[in-house]
């Protein structure tokens, strides 16, 4: 309570200094955007911007003690405003006013770098961790106009433009001692990426009703990572949306943030209808590395969506690009992102003059990899600008793709110089970074600039064991794990290791992960009539299988997870095979009880880490069992030919004698059978002829 009343005087203190700051963001950042958002606003502007001599209450103040550097200083800080503030508006001969504003967030305060000296604290740098919730009243101007919306645009514009100013990964840094570089306090690395697969949500709530009541929406969802936004695409006329859309965000502080989920109805030519939201914690998920989760939509009264969401942590490694490039490959996701470019934009010396001009430029730099363009703020009347700025751009190829640097005058629109890099070039320099001006083509002018490429890098997806995520509805409990089952051993968190594998408290519920440790010994073992699982993890002679066998109550439906093969011998003539897995359901043979993975290319030992599923009962499926082949990808012309050497290995697995299959079985070997009636006398392979 004396911390923060404490903060409270401060800040009544501060307050008259931070209304001149408020007057600037209003009339030179909000203003214009209002007036070019509407052709009926182009007269808008704020007559009065009075703050009021109430400053804003600190609800409390945490100190974190954990993720945090020895040179450093990070606290937590709620902040409620609701004073007493006079902000008049002006469209042509109106006025109007703005009342009751509320704003409500979390401040961050991080002070750094610690120094020897006086004055102890080298610099601080504020900011909102999450989108601060602002509201506020409109009286009198959307009457006199008829402007429908006019507050929720109004109040959309202003939190975008606090969130450009203010919310991660912007920030407001304030140097206390000099040679201070403002740039890294401002724009300091950031700690990794979130990828996040949207896949589907279930038992919305019926927006558009139709004849006798049975009616649908027609939902969209939103996702916010601090200043950073996506929305997906529309589904029309249903309850129960699928997208599968991928979206990445770059991550400045994971330690507080949430990735903010909101479910919309599309109504075009009137405002969208909730349908309710949702909130994840990103430092959850950073300490699990992955997590598979169905959230409950808030603000509803149904409603789920389903979320996948991987932690990618950032490394200077080669190693880690062949890693994440085969992880694509597998996934067959060529999208995504296997790197991030971080370019920090500093100054430039001797530009070139432009002709036909009666001043000096305006300079701004152009940044573009791909389709994504950035651009600094122009420096005025000048050959020499000085920018201090840094964008990220996340990159798909790094062998291929390029930046292109352009230095443009904002008056005349022309181009005085530009300069082309390949981001391959940072492979092979120390940390993947150069900091260096670049001479710009056909001139001698001089950009610099500092580059740095890091690989994104996530353990739950490059291990041999990758870990499997069991998606769990937070509404119903998750089975209790076997307490004679080995677990694994919780990490303390540390700055140096955030993304390495650590146990999450799951006390509430909202993420769940299982830890697949292939050379444990469980101690329930499903049975199988055909050949013996391998108590003691995988044979290093033998051709195994590992599998993992669960039917989730939730979906109804049996899951099986393919994590990957051993040892497999290649077809005739071949030293590597192409391998995949087709699993039965068996005695049903048709589309429903067939299913197979996708292929790894050139690999006696493939990983696949997919789960595939079956529609059943559990009581159905103890009366059942899985034919598990492992084929190899033949191509076209070996189909032609007739060749019926594809098949790598069989088992059949009885599930009957599967011990709690209604619980969540650790992975478990299976030695793979070939048949010698088949045999091949040109090889020492045997095979099956092909059933796909």
């Given at each position: 309570?004396?911390?923060?009343?404490?903060?409270?005087?401060?800040?009544?203190?501060?307050?008259?200094?931070?209304?001149?700051?408020?007057?600037?963001?209003?009339?030179?950042?909000?203003?214009?955007?209002?007036?070019?958002?509407?052709?009926?606003?182009?007269?808008?502007?704020?007559?009065?911007?009075?703050?009021?001599?109430?400053?804003?209450?600190?609800?409390?103040?945490?100190?974190?003690?954990?993720?945090?550097?020895?040179?450093?200083?990070?606290?937590?800080?709620?902040?409620?405003?609701?004073?007493?503030?006079?902000?008049?508006?002006?469209?042509?001969?109106?006025?109007?006013?703005?009342?009751?504003?509320?704003?409500?967030?979390?401040?961050?305060?991080?002070?750094?770098?610690?120094?020897?000296?006086?004055?102890?604290?080298?610099?601080?740098?504020?900011?909102?961790?999450?989108?601060?919730?602002?509201?506020?009243?409109?009286?009198?101007?959307?009457?006199?106009?008829?402007?429908?919306?006019?507050?929720?645009?109004?109040?959309?514009?202003?939190?975008?433009?606090?969130?450009?100013?203010?919310?991660?990964?912007?920030?407001?840094?304030?140097?206390?001692?000099?040679?201070?570089?403002?740039?890294?306090?401002?724009?300091?690395?950031?700690?990794?990426?979130?990828?996040?697969?949207?896949?589907?949500?279930?038992?919305?709530?019926?927006?558009?009703?139709?004849?006798?009541?049975?009616?649908?929406?027609?939902?969209?969802?939103?996702?916010?990572?601090?200043?950073?936004?996506?929305?997906?695409?529309?589904?029309?006329?249903?309850?129960?949306?699928?997208?599968?859309?991928?979206?990445?965000?770059?991550?400045?502080?994971?330690?507080?943030?949430?990735?903010?989920?909101?479910?919309?109805?599309?109504?075009?030519?009137?405002?969208?209808?909730?349908?309710?939201?949702?909130?994840?914690?990103?430092?959850?998920?950073?300490?699990?590395?992955?997590?598979?989760?169905?959230?409950?939509?808030?603000?509803?009264?149904?409603?789920?969506?389903?979320?996948?969401?991987?932690?990618?942590?950032?490394?200077?490694?080669?190693?880690?690009?062949?890693?994440?490039?085969?992880?694509?490959?597998?996934?067959?996701?060529?999208?995504?992102?296997?790197?991030?470019?971080?370019?920090?934009?500093?100054?430039?010396?001797?530009?070139?003059?432009?002709?036909?001009?009666?001043?000096?430029?305006?300079?701004?730099?152009?940044?573009?990899?791909?389709?994504k363009h950035e651009k600094t703020k122009p420096q005025y009347n000048t050959y020499e600008p000085v920018w201090e700025e840094a964008f990220n751009f996340l990159i798909q190829n790094p062998l291929h793709q390029e930046l292109l640097a352009e230095v443009k005058d904002e008056k005349t629109k022309k181009t005085l110089g530009k300069k082309v890099i390949s981001v391959k070039s940072l492979l092979t320099l120390d940390k993947m970074s150069t900091k260096r001006p670049f001479r710009l083509d056909g001139t001698s002018a001089e950009l610099h600039m500092e580059l740095i490429l890091r690989i994104l890098s996530s353990e739950a997806e490059e291990s041999d064991d990758l870990d499997e995520i069991e998606p769990v509805s937070p509404t119903t409990p998750a089975a209790p794990s076997n307490p004679a089952a080995p677990t694994e051993t919780a990490a303390q968190p540390s700055p140096a290791s955030s993304a390495e594998?650590?146990?999450?408290?799951?006390?509430?519920?909202?993420?769940?992960?299982?830890?697949?440790?292939?050379?444990?010994?469980?101690?329930?073992?499903?049975?199988?009539?055909?050949?013996?699982?391998?108590?003691?993890?995988?044979?290093?002679?033998?051709?195994?299988?590992?599998?993992?066998?669960?039917?989730?109550?939730?979906?109804?439906?049996?899951?099986?997870?393919?994590?990957?093969?051993?040892?497999?011998?290649?077809?005739?003539?071949?030293?590597?095979?192409?391998?995949?897995?087709?699993?039965?359901?068996?005695?049903?043979?048709?589309?429903?009880?067939?299913?197979?993975?996708?292929?790894?290319?050139?690999?006696?030992?493939?990983?696949?880490?997919?789960?595939?599923?079956?529609?059943?009962?559990?009581?159905?499926?103890?009366?059942?069992?899985?034919?598990?082949?492992?084929?190899?990808?033949?191509?076209?012309?070996?189909?032609?030919?007739?060749?019926?050497?594809?098949?790598?290995?069989?088992?059949?697995?009885?599930?009957?004698?599967?011990?709690?299959?209604?619980?969540?079985?650790?992975?478990?070997?299976?030695?793979?059978?070939?048949?010698?009636?088949?045999?091949?006398?040109?090889?020492?392979?045997?095979?099956?002829?092909?059933?796909?």
């Amino acid at each position: 309570l004396f911390v923060c009343l404490f903060v409270y005087q401060i800040l009544a203190q501060l307050w008259p200094y931070v209304g001149k700051y408020v007057e600037d963001i209003l009339r030179n950042s909000v203003e214009p955007v209002v007036k070019d958002s509407h052709e009926m606003l182009k007269s808008f502007q704020f007559s009065t911007i009075m703050l009021g001599d109430m400053p804003p209450r600190v609800g409390g103040i945490q100190v974190y003690t954990e993720h945090v550097h020895r040179n450093e200083i990070i606290l937590d800080m709620e902040i409620m405003y609701a004073g007493d503030c006079d902000i008049q508006i002006r469209m042509k001969r109106f006025l109007a006013g703005i009342q009751d504003l509320q704003i409500h967030g979390t401040l961050r305060v991080v002070m750094k770098p610690l120094v020897k000296f006086s004055p102890l604290i080298g610099g601080i740098t504020v900011f909102f961790l999450n989108r601060p919730e602002i509201d506020f009243n409109l009286t009198n101007l959307a009457d006199v106009f008829d402007f429908p919306g006019l507050s929720s645009l109004l109040k959309g514009i202003v939190a975008d433009q606090v969130a450009n100013f203010m919310v991660l990964p912007n920030r407001y840094p304030m140097p206390l001692i000099p040679d201070l570089e403002v740039t890294k306090l401002k724009y300091p690395m950031p700690v990794g990426v979130l990828r996040i697969h949207l896949k589907e949500a279930k038992e919305l709530m019926r927006a558009d009703m139709g004849f006798m009541k049975k009616g649908k929406s027609d939902p969209y969802c939103t996702l916010q990572v601090g200043a950073q936004s996506f929305k997906s695409k529309t589904i029309e006329n249903t309850l129960e949306p699928r997208w599968n859309e991928y979206y990445e965000a770059v991550v400045d502080q994971f330690e507080g943030q949430t990735m903010q989920v909101n479910m919309f109805d599309e109504d075009p030519g009137s405002k969208d209808d909730p349908l309710g939201n949702a909130a994840v914690s990103i430092s959850e998920v950073v300490k699990m590395g992955f997590s598979d989760v169905w959230l409950p939509l808030e603000d509803a009264t149904t409603g789920q969506v389903h979320l996948r969401m991987s932690w990618l942590s950032l490394s200077s490694q080669m190693e880690a690009l062949e890693k994440m490039e085969k992880v694509k490959r597998i996934a067959d996701a060529d999208a995504l992102s296997s790197a991030l470019l971080v370019v920090r934009v500093d100054s430039a010396k001797n530009l070139p003059t432009v002709k036909k001009s009666g001043s000096d430029p305006n300079p701004y730099v152009e940044l573009s990899v791909a389709q994504k363009h950035e651009k600094t703020k122009p420096q005025y009347n000048t050959y020499e600008p000085v920018w201090e700025e840094a964008f990220n751009f996340l990159i798909q190829n790094p062998l291929h793709q390029e930046l292109l640097a352009e230095v443009k005058d904002e008056k005349t629109k022309k181009t005085l110089g530009k300069k082309v890099i390949s981001v391959k070039s940072l492979l092979t320099l120390d940390k993947m970074s150069t900091k260096r001006p670049f001479r710009l083509d056909g001139t001698s002018a001089e950009l610099h600039m500092e580059l740095i490429l890091r690989i994104l890098s996530s353990e739950a997806e490059e291990s041999d064991d990758l870990d499997e995520i069991e998606p769990v509805s937070p509404t119903t409990p998750a089975a209790p794990s076997n307490p004679a089952a080995p677990t694994e051993t919780a990490a303390q968190p540390s700055p140096a290791s955030s993304a390495e594998d650590r146990q999450a408290n799951n006390s509430n519920g909202s993420v769940v992960r299982r830890r697949h440790i292939a050379n444990a010994t469980p101690t329930a073992t499903p049975t199988r009539p055909k050949s013996e699982p391998a108590a003691d993890g995988p044979n290093p002679y033998a051709c195994q299988i590992q599998l993992s066998l669960h039917h989730s109550a939730d979906t109804d439906k049996l899951l099986v997870t393919v994590h990957k093969a051993t040892n497999l011998m290649p077809v005739a003539n071949q030293k590597m095979c192409d391998p995949y897995v087709r699993i039965y359901l068996q005695p049903d043979k048709n589309r429903s009880g067939r299913k197979k993975t996708s292929v790894v290319k050139d690999n006696v030992n493939p990983a696949w880490d997919e789960t595939l599923e079956f529609p059943v009962t559990l009581a159905e499926a103890k009366q059942r069992s899985l034919d598990v082949v492992i084929k190899n990808k033949r191509s076209l012309f070996e189909t032609i030919r007739g060749n019926s050497g594809s098949v790598l290995g069989r088992v059949e697995v009885d599930l009957s004698k599967v011990d709690n299959l209604a619980s969540q079985n650790n992975p478990v070997w299976f030695e793979l059978k070939q048949d010698m009636g088949s045999l091949s006398r040109s090889s020492s392979v045997s095979s099956y002829r092909s059933e796909l």
